[in-house]
């Protein structure tokens, strides 16, 4: 004899002549109908069998042809494993048995107990980890950094008051930041950290604008 856990993607009301020849073939027998009430798009009903007399039964050529069945995406059925949370699976914790041959009630409703609903799109996407970017290490380095205003004069020659990092400062605080979230770096890595971060800087800012002039404009 074997055991087989399965689901068929059409309505109890549907299976419900078929259900109870099924049933007749099996030591155990449950099924369980899945509603859009657990996230789903379509009815389907999962069915457990325990120790079939014959599995040859459940596959009565004429019964799929008649109800319209066939392929993987409208039935499926493998060897029933014990030991997985089955029936747990199958309430989702909202549902109760269409059928029940021979399981303990007790038995059901503890299973019921330790199902689940399966979470929507949106509730999965903020239950998500954030993944640290590129950019979190720049402003976690911007916000630590030591920034003052200095008087420098603009390419107009007006005096004005600009913001200036301290490179030793922001190299320290990018090591510690980079050690902190264990992120590996390399000389591109760390000049293009560098950069971004220090752009901000009147003096560093217009050293990066004149290498980046002469490379592009190498005759000017």
């Not at 007006?158 to 050690?179: G, Q, R, W």
């Not at 992120?183 to 890595?189: A, G, H, P």
Request: hydrophobic share 35%; aromatic share 12%.
């Amino acid at each position: 004899m074997e055991s087989i856990f399965g689901r068929i993607n059409r309505p109890y009301e549907e299976l419900k002549e078929l259900f109870a020849s099924w049933q007749q073939e099996a030591d155990q027998f449950l099924v369980y109908e899945h509603t859009p009430d657990d996230g789903c798009k379509n009815l389907h009903c999962h069915i457990l069998a325990l120790n079939i007399t014959s599995r040859k039964k459940l596959y009565d050529r004429q019964i799929w042809k008649a109800l319209n069945l066939s392929g993987s995406a409208n039935f499926g059925f493998d060897k029933y494993k014990p030991g997985l949370n089955t029936v747990a699976y199958m309430s989702k914790g909202i549902f109760d048995p269409k059928i029940n041959k021979s399981f303990d009630l007790d038995f059901i409703i503890e299973q019921k107990k330790i199902g689940y609903i399966k979470d929507d799109k949106k509730n999965k996407e903020s239950k998500k980890v954030k993944k640290e970017t590129y950019w979190d290490v720049i402003e976690a380095v911007r916000s630590k950094a030591n920034v003052h205003n200095v008087l420098r004069k603009d390419e107009f020659g007006h005096v004005i008051s600009v913001p200036s990092y301290s490179f030793d400062n922001v190299y320290t605080l990018l090591m510690a930041e980079l050690e902190i979230k264990k992120i590996r770096s390399s000389e591109f890595d760390l000049n293009r950290w560098l950069t971004t971060i220090l752009r901000q800087d009147f003096c560093a800012g217009r050293n990066i604008r004149e290498k980046l002039k002469k490379n592009y404009f190498p005759d000017v």
